[in-house]
């Protein structure tokens, strides 16, 4: 009972199916065999399908048919077609084949004309479903297309540049146009290209030449164009290229269009040989008019093409006959001058052959020679000079020969020089060193026997440096390194009259003024502003003569020094043999803020080791009631002691020693063995003072520094505590 109530249901569903021509059977998710449960769904249906015929085609369109409820997207169509009752067949072009799940329309192309139906099936897996188009009238392209090289030209030569320009500028290729002008018209579905080379009549496959004919797609369809690069075309070979275009109805065009060309990057041979109607060696130098020009050529490759400098010559061109050709001017060269020519022929392929330019020079001019330079530096004369000679040059006239150059009416060694670029030199083998005056005379003779000859040039010799001194500062000599309290207002020395001012530098810079003259041997510079600041100056004096000699004073220092030295420290040691008691050997030195002249602490004294007397005095009133210390008949001052009780009464060593220290700034006075008191036993009238005591310096004036300043009186202003 269920097996049969199941059947009727199946049955029932199948009638339904082919009724509508709208679900298929269902799809099951299950699978295997034997009993079970199963789910089932439905396939959509394509209807309606439509069908549109014009230019010999059937536009067919339908509907989309999703997949069913929870399947993957995998639904393909077939689109097929039937011709009046004829079985259904596969549909062409973009309906041929199996078309995937997003595509709704395509493009069929009969290849004969009547009443078509046309059937989309839409299948999923193992299940279909079908929909019909109702009859459309097709007109069927029976015509075939046809196309056309544009390029290359039948017949042409190219050579790569002509060739890569054919098309697209800058691209290889061969390139045309097609048409389908039939009634109706498919439209042009695609070009194919052969190329055949006839050295060998091979065929170009795309990438090699085969034997047979190889037809190649071009890239487009009405205006095409096929890559075919100039790497593969041979040098003098010939090359057939053919183009047929097909249809989208398959039909093709049954006579291919040829044009052939000749691929030729051979330049002709032309060359310029003669001038006048005679041979000749280039640059060529006449001094007659120009009237001709020729040379050979190559035959067949057309016309020889002349240029004068950068124009066309007139006439322009000259016929190249059995190898040669010749140009006779219209109006002849006559002027002076050089005159550039060139020849020219440009084959078929567009291949340029030149002979190079060849310069022909009219000169009826005597050659221009002058005597310029000196050790190749321009130079006037007459010229002096306190270097050797080493060459002389000068300007000429170029492709005028050699330079012959006389020293004293002589020939100079070597007797000749080279003119280059409208200028020559001549170094000689042997430099002139000797002081003198020298005369020299330059000529050159040209091809056409004209002689030019430069003025007599005269050069002198001379390295005898200017005699330059300075020796007096303020207008008295001096020594240097010279120092001086007052401010300067002028330098002066000797010099050589008749080399120029003298140049005085201070530092490395001109003073003001710069320069001062030489008068009967003697120069004076007074400065626009004395120079008053204390300080080291440095000056130079140095004079220039014509020959360029300099003569120089060297470096002369002048320092200004108007500060008074200072008393800068007074100091004692304890080396005798009680302490905090002065005997010997202490000592007590005194030291100054600069060096100072030791003849103006004593007179006549060098700073060597001095025998002198030490003195205490007690309760001296010039230190306040302190005891004090000083040196007799030195120009020390005093030292206040700062205490009464280093003496009870006035102490004196005769024997004691003094001396000045190497940087001459301290005075050292070391107490000598034997001490005399103004009252009795010196001993007894010294005390031992354990504590240190503030000594003060107390200077006098006389004492100076070198610049002669006489010392600030002013006491020591860094007392300290002092001890014996």
């Known amino acids: 009972m269920t097996t049969r109530r199941r059947r009727a249901i199946v049955a029932t569903s199948l009638v339904l199916v082919c009724a509508l021509a709208v679900n298929a059977a269902a ?11 199963a789910t089932a769904s439905s396939l959509g249906s394509p209807a309606p399908v439509s069908v549109a015929a014009s230019n010999g085609h ?35 072009n973009t309906c041929a084949g199996t078309l995937s799940n ?15 139906v046309y059937r989309v099936t839409a299948r999923f897996r193992t299940w279909a479903s079908t929909a019909t188009s109702s009859t459309v009238t097709v007109t069927a392209d029976t015509t075939a297309p046809t196309s056309t090289i544009s390029f290359p030209s039948a017949g042409a030569f190219y050579n790569a ?33 052969a190329i055949q080379r006839s050295s060998d009549s091979l065929y170009w496959n795309g990438s090699t030449w085969v034997a ?59 060359t310029l040989t003669s001038v006048n109607g005679s041979a000749r060696t280039f640059p060529y130098l006449t001094n007659v008019n120009v009237t001709s020009v020729g040379g050979a050529c190559t035959t067949g490759d057309g016309a020889v093409s002349v240029t004068l400098g950068v124009n066309p010559t007139t006439p322009a061109t000259a016929t190249c006959s059995s190898g040669t050709w010749t140009l006779t001017l219209t109006t002849a060269l006559s002027t002076d001058g050089a005159y550039s020519f060139a020849a020219s022929q440009t084959d078929a392929a ?92 330059a000529s050159q003779t040209d091809a056409a026997g004209n002689v030019g000859s430069s003025a007599s040039s005269s050069v002198t010799i001379d390295k005898t440096l200017p005699s330059v001194t300075l020796t007096s500062v303020n207008g008295s000599a001096r020594t240097f390194p010279y120092l001086t309290n007052v401010n300067v207002t002028s330098v002066g020395g000797a010099c050589t009259t008749g080399d120029g001012a003298v140049s005085v530098t201070l530092g490395v810079n001109p003073t003001t003024p710069a320069t001062a003259t030489c008068s009967a041997g003697a120069w004076t510079l007074t400065f626009t502003t004395a120079l008053s600041a204390d300080g080291a100056y440095s000056f130079g ?5 014509a020959a360029g000699n300099v003569g120089s004073s060297g470096s002369k220092s002048v320092t200004i020094d108007k500060t008074s030295p200072t008393a800068s420290s007074i100091d004692t040691a304890s080396a005798g043999a009680t302490a905090g008691r002065p005997d010997n050997p202490d000592t007590i030195s005194f030291t100054y803020s600069e060096p100072m002249k030791a003849s103006t602490i004593l007179s006549g004294w060098d700073g060597s080791p001095q025998t002198v007397t030490a003195r205490i005095t007690d309760d001296d009133a010039a230190t306040s009631g302190n005891d004090s210390f000083s040196v007799d008949g030195v ?75 006489t010392t600030n009186t002013a006491t020591d202003p860094t007392s300290t505590k002092e001890q014996f």
């Open 27 to 37: 799809f099951w998710t299950a699978s295997g065999t034997g009993g079970g449960a």
């Open 58 to 92: 059937a536009h067919v369109t339908w509907s989309a048919v999703p997949a069913p409820s929870g399947a993957p997207s995998d639904v393909t169509y077939i689109v097929e077609r039937q011709l009046g009752t004829a079985a259904f067949g596969n549909a062409s």
């Open 102 to 116: 997003t595509t709704v329309a395509c493009d069929d192309y009969p290849s004969a004309s009547g009443d078509y």
């Open 161 to 193: 540049t002509g060739y890569t320009a054919g098309c697209t500028a800058g691209t290889d290729e061969v390139c045309g146009s097609a048409a389908d002008s039939g009634s109706p018209s498919s439209g042009v579905n695609k070009v194919q290209v």
């Open 212 to 270: 047979g004919i190889s037809w190649n797609d071009a890239s487009g369809t009405t205006s095409w164009s096929y890559a075919f690069a100039v790497g593969n075309l041979t040098n003098g070979a010939a090359y057939t290229v053919s183009s047929r275009a097909t249809d989208n109805a398959v039909n093709v065009q049954t006579t291919p269009d040829t044009k052939s060309f000749t691929f030729d990057s051979t330049a002709p041979s032309v």
């Open 350 to 441: 567009g291949n340029v052959g030149s002979s190079g330019t060849k310069t022909v020079t009219i000169d009826k001019t005597p050659p221009t020679v002058t005597i310029t330079s000196v050790n190749a530096t321009t130079r006037t004369f007459p010229y002096t000079t306190n270097i050797n000679v080493t060459s002389m040059g000068g300007a000429c006239t170029t492709s005028d020969g050699v330079v012959s150059v006389t020293l004293g009416g002589s020939p100079t060694t070597p007797a000749t020089a080279t003119c280059s670029s409208s200028a020559w030199t001549l170094t000689l083998t042997t430099a002139l060193s000797t002081e003198g005056t020298y005369t020299f005379v």
């Open 541 to 545: 004096a140095s004079q220039t003569d």
């Open 635 to 709: 120009s020390l001052g005093k030292v206040n002691m700062g205490s009464t009780g280093w003496a009870t009464a006035g102490i004196t060593w005769a024997n004691s020693s003094m001396v000045l220290s190497s940087d001459r700034r301290t005075v050292t006075v070391t107490i000598g063995a034997t001490c005399v008191s103004s009252s009795s036993n010196c001993g007894s009238k010294l005390n031992t003072i354990t504590a240190s005591r503030t000594f003060t310096w107390i200077p006098v004036s006389t004492p100076t520094d070198d610049a002669g300043n």
